[in-house]
């Protein structure tokens, strides 16, 4: 799992998560979200298939370095329903 560029983004910005080799496919009653995983717990968004990975918007409240894991549960980050991940990402913003 990989981002699409190098530099640094920010709260509310589209960022490309690449699964290269991979590819993810949630069933039909399942979702996959990107968990942006904080000190409070994850904060999560639905992500969107794209060519060669997911575009998932980093949601506010998201500063710093950061983890970022694609999971099929919106409320929790466990072994269980973690598909991918963790992607560092450095998001531009204070808390």
Not at 41 to 60: H, I, N, R, W
Request: net charge positive; charged share 15%.
């Amino acid at each position: 799992m990989a981002g699409n560029r190098s530099t640094r983004t920010s709260s509310g910005a589209v960022i490309v998560i690449v699964t290269p080799g991979f590819t993810l496919i949630a069933s039909r009653r399942s979702t996959l979200f990107a968990a942006f995983v904080t000190v409070q717990g994850p904060k999560s968004v639905e992500v969107v298939a794209t060519k060669g990975g997911f575009k998932a918007t980093v949601p506010d409240g998201i500063a710093g370095q950061s983890y970022v894991v694609l999971t099929a549960s919106k409320d929790v980050v466990s072994d269980d329903v973690m598909a991918a991940g963790p992607l560092i990402v450095e998001i531009d913003g204070s808390f």
